[in-house]
């Protein structure tokens, strides 16, 4: 049986009658099984071939340990925000237009630190490569 979500769905797929039949209790079209999830090892039943963990508790507490790994593989600055911030005169680099001070960061007026060669492109976390910009400025530019 299909039943639509919205109005403007004629067919099902795949995906949908799998849920419809795991909530009718039978088998699906996509295989339920047994998994051992990755984050505490509890054993889970998969609705999705590719499924790792048995919550977006132990999904969030992976992708979190992943991402405190890679934090950990940066070098540490050796330079303080507001150093750079008063050796440039609170000037954004890219537009030339003076960054304020009184906002937040994340304000688009907000005074960033800009790496002039993206990290992601080989430049380094050092003083040389980096410069105050605006934060609108800064996102526009990315890592060109």
Request: aromatic share 8%; hydrophobic share 30%.
């Amino acid at each position: 049986m299909f039943i639509a979500k919205n109005r403007n769905r004629v067919y099902c797929y795949d995906k949908f009658c799998a849920q419809v039949a795991h909530v009718a209790g039978q088998s699906s079209k996509m295989g339920d099984h047994e998994v051992k999830c990755d984050d505490c090892g509890a054993t889970f039943t998969a609705q999705h071939p590719s499924a790792r963990w048995c919550s977006k508790l132990c999904a969030n507490r992976h992708w979190g340990r992943v991402r405190a790994r890679q934090r950990r593989k940066r070098t540490e600055a050796n330079y303080y925000d507001l150093e750079v911030f008063q050796r440039d005169g609170w000037r954004c680099h890219i537009c030339g237009e003076l960054t304020d001070w009184t906002v937040p960061r994340t304000h688009p007026d907000g005074a960033t630190i800009d790496h002039i060669v993206a990290i992601t492109k080989g430049g380094a976390d050092d003083l040389e490569n980096v410069a105050t910009a605006h934060h609108h400025c800064n996102i526009a530019k990315g890592n060109r």
